[in-house]
């Protein structure tokens, strides 16, 4: 069996299913969990033959997904597109009300234009390159410069507690930096350099800003931040409480964690009263129905441990770092948040294909600056980026064209006639003459010589030089020099080879004296004229610079479910009067049914006074008279079952509670 449906919602489960995946969601977020841990979270409320076929059910549908180690050890979990979906049930099962504040004292704003500043920093590793050193490390120079690019402080990043090797030698800020570019697809980590990745960048300069934000925001939440669960649901509580307050709205982030305590979302060992000695600050908890009530009347007895409280604030300091939002505190001292982007539009799953790209033209001043604003195309940015020097980076960014910056760009591979090309089709208000006539100067002025690099193909004696030139098939492709040499264009060497082969003179595999190539910019033509297929941003298990701790990328993906039937073997041996009956039975019967129930794992009917009870046996035990020890299985979630022993004469009649009747 296959998995059939992964688009359904959470409102279509079962009250089976509910309780499995609500359970593993609130103890694990997205982490992964063994295939038994479920097992564990309903024991003593689902028997185990039901909460396997929930769990059956829920893979099916596309809620939790499995992967095998390689020693046959499955590992489940819950898909993280999967999340916020799962807090907007958690939100409509216990409202929340006053989320936000109002007023903040200190604010810290969010830095802005990230996807311009990463297009900078790969602009400028064209021109310089990332060489590496034996040891596979980044060279001091090259490092400094990286250094003066990143566009992130280290105080805002020291608080993610991020670990990655030769911490003694890279800044944090420039790590997240280059990381950041591994991860997007962007750079790649070569032998003896880093390299950009043509075909992913091709791809990327398509997107619009709103769609870069999308892949860099899931790096952010699930590279950079911690893989722990309550830690998860706080970075995805913060991205659902959005909807109540905006984008510009402040969220308490002490009322937060307040709400995510009272459903189980945070430890409570996270919190701490003023008298550790008071247990009723933890006892009021599974109680409370409405935040109101535990945000006004005993906010003051609530203080998360320090710990945690920094954790937060890293996360908090890491979303300003990438742009997403500002943090700040009210008189109080207690912490806030406001979001400047629509996290939940960056949270839904959509196709980059169908997105908007920018279509904004930028402005040509007479003082040879470009004013870019944010609707300018990135494409477009892009060869700006390799013509121009940037002056200042923003949410306008500011290029100035200099004759430095044209001959660079000519040198790195661009046509002299597409600079002023450019500038005539994207300026809004036209090119300033005086502008126009310098910048083709310029450009006219760089390449008037140049050294060329050619193919030369060199004979061992005239004779056979004079046999080459006579050769039909060889006719216009060759530039004779002298006696034996001839220069032929690199794009006809494979038919000049074929052609030399066929009358004896086979030249050799490995051409002499190759030179490792120049740098060059990347990507100069339209991009409307590029093929560069689909690029996979953010894609999980990419090889970065970070160590985050996750695995399940390096397991083979489990796509096929056991047939349900395979959780009862036997089943034509046990009396169908078993399943579908009520009945009472000689003590010696009832215990080979509770003893079936225990091989099932399934619960057990059992009418005790009138009145009709499920049983989830355990284990039985011998004696005059048996015992059966297990639970009544709980009807409250919060409840917190207690082992219990029975007696034959404890009930009057019972039956087999399994899904096949």
Same mark, same amino acid.
């Given at each position: 069996m296959g998995i059939t449906n992964t688009q359904g919602s959470w409102k279509e489960l079962s009250?089976?299913?509910?309780?499995?995946?609500?359970?593993?969601?609130?103890?694990?977020?997205?982490?992964?969990?063994?295939?038994?841990?479920?097992?564990? =979270?309903?024991?003593?409320?689902?028997?185990? %033959?039901?909460?396997?076929?929930?769990?059956? /059910? &829920?893979? @099916?549908?596309?809620? !939790?997904?499995?992967?095998?180690?390689?020693?046959?050890?499955?590992?489940?979990?819950?898909?993280?597109?999967?999340?916020?979906?799962?807090?907007?049930?958690?939100?409509?099962?216990?409202?929340?009300?006053?989320?936000?504040?109002?007023?903040?004292?200190?604010?810290?704003?969010?830095?802005?234009?990230?996807?311009?500043?990463?297009?900078?920093?790969?602009?400028?590793?064209?021109?310089?390159?990332?060489?590496?050193?034996?040891?596979?490390?980044?060279?001091?120079?090259?490092?400094?410069?990286?250094?003066?690019?990143?566009?992130?402080?280290?105080?805002?990043?020291?608080?993610?507690?991020?670990?990655?090797?030769?911490?003694?030698?890279?800044?944090?800020?420039?790590?997240?930096?280059?990381?950041?570019?591994?991860? =997007?697809?962007?750079?790649?980590?070569?032998? %003896?350099?880093?390299?950009?990745?043509?075909? /992913? &960048?091709? @791809?990327?300069?398509? !997107?619009?800003?709103?769609?870069?934000r999308k892949h860099i925001f899931a790096i952010l939440m699930e590279r950079y931040g911690k893989a722990e669960a309550s830690m998860q649901h706080f970075r995805y509580m913060l991205c659902a409480v959005s909807k109540y307050v905006g984008t510009d709205g402040w969220i308490s982030i002490q009322r937060l964690l307040q709400w995510m305590l009272q459903v189980g979302l945070m430890p409570q060992n996270s919190l701490s009263g003023k008298d550790s000695t008071n247990r009723t600050l933890i006892d009021i908890v599974p109680t409370i129905t409405n935040i109101e009530e535990l945000a006004d009347e005993r906010a003051s007895d609530f203080n998360f441990n320090g710990t945690l409280m920094e954790e937060i604030k890293g996360w908090l300091k890491g979303l300003t770092a990438f742009g997403m939002g500002d943090w700040g505190q009210t008189t109080s001292g207690e912490l806030c948040f406001r979001w400047n982007v629509s996290v939940t539009d960056?949270?839904?799953?959509?196709?980059?294909?169908?997105?908007?790209?920018?279509?904004?033209?930028?402005?040509?001043?007479?003082?040879?600056?470009?004013?870019?604003?944010?609707?300018?195309?990135?494409?477009v940015r892009w060869r700006l980026e390799c013509c121009c020097e940037r002056v200042s980076g923003d949410r306008m960014i500011v290029y100035r064209m200099t004759r430095g910056s044209v001959t660079e760009a000519i040198e790195m591979g661009m046509k002299a006639t597409a600079i002023p090309a450019l500038l005539d089709k994207y300026s809004r208000t036209g090119v300033p003459e005086h502008v126009r006539l310098a910048v083709e100067q310029w450009a006219g002025d760089v390449g008037r010589t140049a050294f060329a690099t050619v193919t030369l193909l060199r004979c061992g004696t005239q004779e056979d030089a004079d046999l080459v030139a006579r050769h039909p098939a060889l006719k216009g492709l060759l530039e004779r020099l002298g006696d034996k040499d001839f220069i032929i264009p690199a794009r006809s060497v494979e038919k000049i080879r074929k052609a030399l082969t066929a009358i004896g003179l086979s030249p050799r595999l490995e051409p002499e004296g190759v030179d490792e190539p120049a740098h060059h910019y990347p990507l100069l033509t339209e991009a409307e004229n590029l093929d560069s297929g689909r690029a996979l941003f953010s894609q999980e298990g990419r090889a970065g610079l970070v160590y985050t701790g996750r695995t399940l990328h390096f397991y083979e993906q489990e796509h096929t479910l056991p047939d349900p039937s395979d959780y009862f073997p036997e089943r034509s041996t046990v009396p169908s009067s078993w399943t579908k009956e009520w009945r009472s039975y000689h003590t010696s019967t009832s215990r080979q049914l509770m003893e079936q129930a225990i091989r099932w794992q399934a619960a057990v009917g059992l009418r005790i006074d009138g009145k009709d009870v499920k049983w989830i046996p355990e284990s039985v035990v011998s004696g005059e008279p048996w015992s059966v020890t297990g639970w009544y299985a709980s009807e409250m979630d919060e409840q917190i079952p207690s082992r219990v022993t029975l007696q034959p004469s404890d009930w009057s009649d019972m039956r087999l509670l399994v899904s096949f009747t």
């Open positions: 009250a089976d299913e509910l309780l499995v995946l609500r359970r593993c969601f609130i103890r694990y977020a997205a982490q992964p969990m063994k295939e038994e841990e479920p097992m564990q =979270l309903t024991r003593g409320t689902l028997s185990g %033959v039901e909460t396997k076929l929930a769990l059956h /059910e &829920l893979r @099916t549908r596309g809620w !939790l997904e499995a992967v095998i180690k390689s020693w046959g050890e499955r590992i489940l979990y819950i898909p993280v597109d999967r999340l916020p979906a799962l807090y907007d049930m958690l939100l409509e099962q216990t409202p929340m009300n006053r989320i936000h504040t109002d007023h903040p004292t200190t604010i810290h704003e969010a830095m802005t234009g990230l996807e311009s500043e990463l297009l900078h920093v790969l602009s400028r590793i064209a021109v310089q390159g990332v060489p590496l050193t034996a040891k596979g490390t980044i060279h001091k120079r090259s490092l400094q410069k990286l250094n003066e690019l990143t566009p992130f402080h280290a105080e805002d990043l020291e608080g993610l507690g991020l670990h990655y090797a030769h911490a003694e030698l890279y800044p944090v800020q420039t790590v997240v930096m280059i990381d950041l570019l591994f991860s =997007l697809g962007l750079l790649v980590k070569e032998t %003896v350099s880093l390299r950009i990745q043509e075909a /992913e &960048l091709a @791809t990327w300069i398509r !997107l619009s800003a709103e769609q870069m960056l949270l839904c799953a959509q196709n980059d294909e169908e997105a908007h790209q920018e279509q904004g033209a930028f402005y040509v001043q007479p003082d040879f600056e470009i004013l870019v604003p944010p609707d300018v195309a990135y494409d």
